[in-house]
């Protein structure tokens, strides 16, 4: 989706290294969300945010920390990169209205791939 | 907890051929439940979704995906495949807004590999 944008696109770097991965939204949503993709394990949630002053922890958290600048712009940051980091990792982002329709029907970015050597 | 099941890693079919990705769920109360494609070097595209009303729900590409209660499953099907079809499919589930708690979750299946042969 052309709305919701990642950079960069790819990334090979090596182990102990400081990684931010960026993501910028012009869908005016105020959910972001960072995924991560391994083969045979589909999408697990690294972190999600609900505006810019409320950041939470999915799965698998450890390892990572985000930043919500704004409401369009959701970084992720690998602290000290280690190589079972080495993933596809996915932006997304949904629109939350109050009752019926918070479907929570997700807009994902082009996602990143990630090689920590 | 919710979760999502897609029982086959890979399902392959014949170009013109019916074809059929399977999905199960877990969820407390209703589900709102998704289907997404990713083409190779892309990013999740959505296809469908279901939220409620009719249990048959047609979808982007020509795809539908039929929503059964007292099976919980929401498999995916079309009627006749393309080659252009071939694709990582994820089944996706959250639970209603007027489940309780946070809604804010999407749980996604492993994923399954479509390929439609020529």
């Known amino acids: 989706d052309a709305d919701v944008t990642q950079t960069p696109r790819n990334r090979i770097t090596k182990t102990g290294k400081r990684i931010m991965l960026e993501c910028s939204q012009t869908k005016g949503h105020d959910r972001m969300y960072w995924y991560r993709q391994d083969p045979g394990l589909g999408l697990r949630l690294i972190y999600y945010s609900f505006d810019v002053k409320d950041i939470n922890k999915g799965e698998i958290s450890d390892g990572y920390s985000v930043s919500r600048q704004a409401q369009a712009k959701f970084s992720l940051s690998l602290e000290s990169a280690i190589p079972n980091q080495t993933a596809l990792y996915f932006c997304?982002?949904?629109?939350?209205?109050?009752?019926?329709?918070?479907?929570?029907?997700?807009?994902f970015g082009p996602g990143t791939r990630l090689t920590v050597l | 907890a919710q979760s999502v099941a897609q029982p086959e890693d890979q399902v392959n079919v014949a170009e013109g051929n019916p074809l059929t990705v399977k999905c199960t769920y877990s969820?407390?109360?209703?589900?709102?439940l998704f289907w997404y494609v990713q083409y190779p070097n892309r990013g999740l595209q959505f296809l469908l979704k279901?939220?409620?009303?009719?249990?048959l729900v047609k979808g982007s590409y020509g795809f539908e995906a039929e929503f059964n209660k007292s099976q919980t499953s929401f498999h995916l099907k079309k009627p006749s495949a393309l080659v252009s079809d071939s694709a990582l499919y994820f089944c996706?589930?959250?639970?209603?807004?007027?489940?309780?708690?946070?809604?804010?979750?999407?749980?996604f299946g492993k994923g399954t590999l479509l390929t439609v042969n020529p």
């Open positions: 997304a982002t949904s629109d939350y209205k109050t009752g019926r329709l918070s479907y929570n029907e997700q807009f």
């Open positions: 969820v407390s109360g209703n589900p709102y």
């Open positions: 996706a589930v959250s639970r209603t807004w007027n489940s309780g708690g946070s809604n804010y979750k999407l749980t």
């Open positions: 279901y939220i409620t009303g009719d249990n």
